[in-house]
């Protein structure tokens, strides 16, 4: 695919010669007349290597320069400059400029800088993936974003990946559970044994003790050979239990053995088969919560639980969608395809319940149904584009004649619970603070959920 470039200047004749000679090279151009909408534009493209003017109305090359490094330091960034003004421009590289040109330059020079910036782009990137390569081979595919949250979340599956230790992830529906899990394994001494994912809710109740832990010919009615379950599949691998929390209790103390004595017994079987695995699971559920109610054992939680991994909702990291949204439109063969800015203000302001799982649909639908390979804020669905986006107002509009801030904290703690069914730990993560301070506030300003002494 040709490399993209970003050309910045206030100039127009200088704009499109600049674009003229590098599409004449089978290069991508896009060309901004600011810092401020060449930003914009490097966010939304990500090109490979930015042309930008020193001196511009609004924001200065500086400014441009800086704002790049500190999001993609792996982008290279030409500056221009005007003859006399080289001590300007060395500067701009002590800043972290790969080259200058100095104006006027002819195409000659303007092609052989160029080309040396996408070599040393291509040997950074280079670079990285060896680094990763040789830093535990861990591959997260198709799990995508670059916020504090989810950087938070690859460190933990980079320094877990190769080790025995059960992982437990939790999370809502949609954030990518199964594809941490796999992440896990790829990074592992497993990864060329098998990775055996079930999904505990999906498997009838009066099946899933066969299907997990095989059974004998004989053992029940229609039992005609023997079966090796799912964790025999997995052995030298990895097993994903997927929301293990509806796993019955009875089969509970089943999988607790598993993972104390790794040994299974098949249904109807009188002896043990000796297993390898390494077991990650699963769950949207509080187990904690599920605990205190006796619908999960507290022994099994804390063998599931000697890593535990939480992944982010995606309301909580919004500033992911852009990039999610350059993915998505890769991944259905779009790649041409951008978001007008007000589109794009909706979709981060949208809550997205059904995580990036909806995201991606929503993109696909988006990409079938467009006019063009611009979409605008009118193309959305009707609830996200009746999302009101973060310029056009505040979470909440207090009444002129002023209000209780304690009123107005217990329905903030109230309103959260019922929104996340008076799960505890969802209403904590969905208000930004940890359980224990939720449960203060609960006990302060005495809520108790509906039905519960």
């Not at 421009?89 to 800043?95: F, G, P, R």
């Not at 990137?125 to 995508?144: D, T």
Request: glycine share 8%; proline share 5%; aromatic share 6%.
């Amino acid at each position: 695919m040709p490399a993209k470039i970003l050309v910045i200047d206030d100039d127009s004749s200088l704009r499109r010669v600049l674009e003229y000679n590098l599409q004449q090279e089978g290069y991508d151009v896009y060309t901004a007349a600011d810092g401020d909408a060449g930003l914009q534009l490097f966010a939304e493209k990500l090109p490979a290597v930015v042309i930008t003017d020193l001196k511009m109305p609004g924001k200065s090359g500086f400014e441009v320069l800086s704002a790049i490094k500190e999001s993609s330091p792996a982008t290279v960034v030409i500056v221009l400059t005007a003859f006399g003004a080289i001590d300007t421009a060395v500067e701009a590289m002590k800043l972290g400029a790969f080259h200058y040109l100095t104006k006027p330059f002819n195409r000659e020079e303007l092609k052989v800088t160029v080309l040396k910036a996408l070599q040393l782009q291509g040997l950074s990137e280079e670079n990285r993936l060896l680094k990763e390569e040789l830093s535990g081979r861990v591959e997260f595919k198709s799990i995508v974003g670059t916020s504090r949250a989810m950087e938070g979340v690859f460190s933990v599956v980079r320094k877990v990946a190769d080790t025995e230790a059960t992982v437990l992830i939790t999370g809502e529906s949609g954030t990518g559970k199964e594809l941490v899990a796999r992440a896990i394994h790829s990074g592992s001494s497993r990864r060329g044994a098998p990775f055996i994912a079930v999904n505990c809710a999906a498997i009838p109740r009066d099946l899933l003790e066969s299907e997990l832990f095989g059974h004998v010919k004989g053992a029940f009615t229609g039992a005609i050979r023997d079966k090796e379950g799912k964790f025999q599949l997995a052995d030298g691998g990895t097993i994903f239990l997927d929301e293990v929390g509806d796993l019955p209790l009875e089969l509970q103390p089943k999988l607790l053995r598993v993972l104390q004595e790794r040994v299974v017994e098949p249904v109807g079987g009188t002896s043990l088969q000796k297993i390898d695995l390494r077991v990650v699971a699963a769950t949207n559920a509080d187990l904690e919560r599920w605990i205190v109610e006796g619908k999960f054992r507290e022994d099994l939680y804390y063998r599931l639980s000697v890593i535990p991994i939480q992944l982010p909702p995606l309301r909580e990291r919004v500033e992911d969608v852009p990039l999610l949204l350059r993915y998505f439109c890769a991944k259905f063969g779009a790649e041409g395809v951008s978001f007008e800015k007000e589109a794009l203000e909706r979709l981060q302001a949208y809550s997205w319940p059904g995580n990036v799982r909806e995201l991606e649909n929503t993109v696909e639908r988006l990409l079938i149904m467009r006019e063009s390979d611009r979409i605008g804020a009118d193309e959305l669905p009707e609830k996200i584009s009746a999302t009101s986006s973060p310029a056009e107002g505040s979470v909440l509009r207090l009444p002129p004649g002023g209000y209780s801030l304690e009123q107005l904290e217990r329905e903030v703690v109230l309103e959260a619970l019922e929104r996340c069914d008076w799960n505890q730990t969802a209403a904590a993560r969905f208000l930004r603070i940890p359980r224990h301070t939720l449960i203060y506030r609960m006990e302060k300003y005495n809520i108790v959920q509906p039905g519960r002494k």
